[in-house]
Nanobody, 116 residues
Framework: QVQLVEFGGGLVQAGGSLRLSCAASGSIFSIRSMGWYRQAPGKQRELVATITSGGSTNYADSVKGRFTISRDFAKNTVYLQMSSLKPEDTAVYYC??????????WGQGTQVTVSS
């Protein structure tokens, strides 16, 4: 079992910045990757960014150059630095853990709202 606790999120004006963080605890030794997904109202959940245990990153095209994912292995925490935010970035953001390639764990979600 892996427990995820998310921090950050909130309301920001377009062009602003926010940082999300997600701390993992429990059976963390088999975590392959950590990442962030988001779900806007009426839309499917979509990948935002992931980072593997080796530090490789992957981003959705819509956030490349604006968002940066990073990971603090000592704290078992993943961060998502979001800059140049747009109204279309408004969504609930979920932390995700790929555990040993056999199970996905999800955080409770945190709301990000970008006003125009």
């Amino acid at each position: 079992q892996v427990q995820l606790v998310e921090f950050g999120g909130g309301l920001v004006q377009a062009g602003g910045s926010l940082r999300l963080s997600c701390a993992a605890s429990g059976s963390i030794f088999s975590i392959r990757s950590m990442g962030w997904y988001r779900q806007a109202p009426g839309k499917q959940r979509e990948l935002v960014a992931t980072i593997t245990s080796g530090g490789s990153t992957n981003y959705a095209d819509s956030v490349k150059g604006r968002f940066t994912i990073s990971r603090d292995f000592a704290k078992n925490t993943v961060y998502l630095q979001m800059s140049s935010l747009k109204p279309e970035d408004t969504a609930v953001y979920y932390c995700n853990v790929d555990w040993a390639g056999v199970h996905n764990y999800w955080g409770q979600g945190t709301q990000v709202t970008v006003s125009s």
